[in-house]
C-alpha cells in the first residue's frame, strides 16, 4: 500500500511526526529518505517531542546513532542518519538491532542500508514541490496497516 501525505511548511511536518508518535511500538523502524533539507530531521523532532523529549533534538550526523531513553521520552528511540555510510555493510557495526528490542528506530537515508533495510519498515519519501511545500509517499507494511494514515 503507498499512500500520500502532504506537509505545507514546518509545523505540518512537526505534526506528522507527531502522529507518528502516537502511533509508533517497541520494534518499528520508520526509514525517511529524501534529499539534503528535505524535511527528515524535522519531521523526527516532531516525533521526539510528542514522545516526550524536551527541547530540540540536535541533528545526529556527526553520532550516526543518537538513541533517547526514559525518562527523556516515552519509549525508547534511537535516531539514525546513515548519511555518511558507503557501503550497507557497515552498518552492521552500529548494532541497530540490539534498539529494536524494547525500542524504535527512525533512520534518515534508509537506502544508504541497501536490502538490509527491515522488510517491515515504514518508509517515507520526502520530496519539495515547486511551492516548498512537502510530499511525503510512504510506503506502508503488513506491520502498519492499521495504524495508517497516521492522522
Ligand atoms: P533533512 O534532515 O532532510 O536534511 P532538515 O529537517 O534538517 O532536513 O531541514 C529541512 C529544512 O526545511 C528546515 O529548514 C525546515 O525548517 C524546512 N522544512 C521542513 N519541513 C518543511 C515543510 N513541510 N515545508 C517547508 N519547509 C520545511
Ligand atoms: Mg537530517
Same mark, same amino acid.
Request: charge should be negative; glycine fraction near 10%; charged fraction near 25%.
Given at each position: 500500500?503507498?499512500? !500520500? =501525505?502532504?506537509?505545507p511548511?514546518? +509545523? *505540518?511536518?512537526?505534526?506528522i @511526526?507527531? &502522529?507518528?508518535?502516537?502511533?509508533?511500538?517497541?520494534g518499528?523502524?520508520?526509514?525517511?529518505?529524501?534529499?539534503?533539507?528535505?524535511?527528515k530531521t !524535522? =519531521?523526527?523532532?516532531?516525533?521526539? +517531542? *510528542?514522545?516526550?523529549?524536551? @527541547?530540540? &533534538?540536535?541533528?545526529?550526523?556527526?553520532?550516526?546513532?543518537?538513541?533517547?531513553?526514559?525518562?527523556?521520552?516515552?519509549?525508547?528511540?534511537?535516531?539514525?542518519?546513515?548519511?555518511?555510510?558507503?557501503?550497507?555493510?557497515?552498518?552492521?557495526?552500529l548494532?541497530?538491532?540490539?534498539?529494536?528490542e524494547?525500542?524504535?528506530?527512525?533512520?534518515?537515508?534508509?537506502?544508504?542500508?541497501?536490502?538490509?533495510?527491515?522488510?517491515?519498515?515504514?518508509?517515507?519519501d520526502?520530496?519539495?514541490?515547486?511551492?516548498g511545500?512537502?510530499?511525503?509517499?510512504?510506503?506502508?507494511?503488513?506491520?502498519?496497516?492499521?495504524?495508517?494514515?497516521?492522522?
Open positions: 500500500m503507498a499512500d !500520500t =501525505l502532504f506537509a511548511d514546518e +509545523s *505540518a511536518m512537526h505534526a @511526526g507527531a &502522529a507518528l508518535a502516537a502511533r509508533i511500538r517497541p518499528d523502524v520508520i526509514g525517511l529518505s529524501g534529499g539534503l533539507g528535505a524535511g !524535522t =519531521l523526527t523532532r516532531g516525533l521526539l +517531542s *510528542a514522545l516526550g523529549l524536551a @527541547g530540540e &533534538a540536535p541533528s545526529p550526523s556527526f553520532a550516526i546513532v543518537q538513541p533517547y531513553d526514559p525518562p527523556l521520552v516515552r519509549m525508547p528511540v534511537a535516531h539514525v542518519d546513515l548519511y555518511r555510510i558507503d557501503e550497507p555493510e557497515d552498518v552492521e557495526e548494532g541497530l538491532d540490539e534498539y529494536l524494547d525500542g524504535a528506530l527512525v533512520i534518515e537515508w534508509p537506502g544508504r542500508m541497501g536490502n538490509r533495510i527491515w522488510p517491515d519498515a515504514l518508509l517515507l520526502i520530496a519539495v514541490e515547486p511551492d511545500a512537502r510530499r511525503l509517499t510512504a510506503t506502508v507494511p503488513f506491520a502498519w496497516r492499521d495504524r495508517w494514515p497516521p492522522l
